[in-house]
């Protein structure tokens, strides 16, 4: 019999107070563990979840490793955070969640397609641009997708190149330009991988985007797709993490193409956006596995319990300032659907406030009441009385 009370309370810190944060240490709470948050806002979304919260530069090398100096583990929620510091913290021995080293292949599009290419996981074709006059000269590449190196997020760093009369809207800094991939469908694939390299994936999502912001706009899980297709994604996301040889949860983001030709998008090093569906509709959810990993317990069930869909509350357009949640009456009432809400006190466009989730054995049941919630339940600014 193995007894683990005498063991002392492990400190785990996290790196951003957002709302990826705040389900992380929502699922945190079934366990024993001390949580930490540092983030430059006192007011973020997990300041008030953790036990000790810390105002700070998640960016600056001194902030970071002071925050984290003595604790068992860090893991972040954003991938722009000073990975200097957690190279030497991970040498004095704190457990970094995803490692250092793969968070920096990650966190750079040209380190993470030259990744790609090297291990043989298939993905866009590319070339590297270093400035706008570089760009210039390669009107020949055309259509293709311009991606800024370090820095952009949700789209922005992401600017497509059809024409040379294009060219110009590309970006004057490290880039990758990558051939347009004709898209069947965008799919993403959670995977997550503890520290004896044992892993555990979620059944794979689709994922539909608002084509103006860039955004996701709703999701549904599992993915449609042939038995074959899913084979290609399951062998290309494991063999991606076993060349990472990290621990932590992988989301994998993935084209089909119209030849049903799997190729990887993108990877991001932690939770995400594409698997918070996972918190109702699975066994284990993304952020309790996440703390088994950390923890050093076995992984969870990663299966669905029921299909899901997801629907990003977003803030509507022309509404900047206090946020209010019109239409949440109707949707608390519908069965099966499940609201979170981020506790953001500000919103503005296109700023994700929340999302619900919505559980069906019935994909059409699933679609239809996704639209429902994006027509009924809008963030907008609270009504001056
Ligand atoms: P971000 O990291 O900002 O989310 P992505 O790299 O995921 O940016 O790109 C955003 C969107 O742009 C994708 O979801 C996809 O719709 C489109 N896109 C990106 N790369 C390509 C490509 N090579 N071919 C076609 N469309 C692309």
Known sequence: MIYFAAMSTKKIGILGGGQLGRMLLQAAANYPVDTFVMENDAACPAAHLCHQFTKGDITNFDDVYNFGKGMDAITIEIENVNEDALEVLQKEGVKIYPSPAALKIIKNKILQKQFYKAHQIPSSEFIITTNAAELQQHAGYLPAVHKL???????????????AADLDKGFDAPSVL???????????????????GEHAMYPAVDMVFDQRLNLLEYQLSPAELTEKVLWKIEAIATKLVQNLNSAGIFAVELFIDKDDN??????????????HHTIEGNYSSQFDMLWRVMLGYPLGCA????????VNLLG???HSGEASYEGLNDILKLENVFVHIYGKKQTKPGRKMGHVTILSKEKQELVHQANRIKNTLKVVTAPVT
């Open 149 to 163: 190196a370090m820095g952009g997020y949700d789209g922005r760093g992401v600017q497509v190149i059809k024409t």
């Open 178 to 196: 990558e051939k347009m991939v004709p898209i069947k469908k965008e799919i993403a694939v959670i995977i997550a991988v503890d520290d004896k």
């Open 262 to 275: 799997v190729l990887v998008n993108e990877t991001a090093p932690r939770v995400h956006n594409s698997g």
């Open 303 to 310: 299966e669905a319990i029921l299909p899901a869909a997801i």
């Open 316 to 318: 509507a357009e022309g």
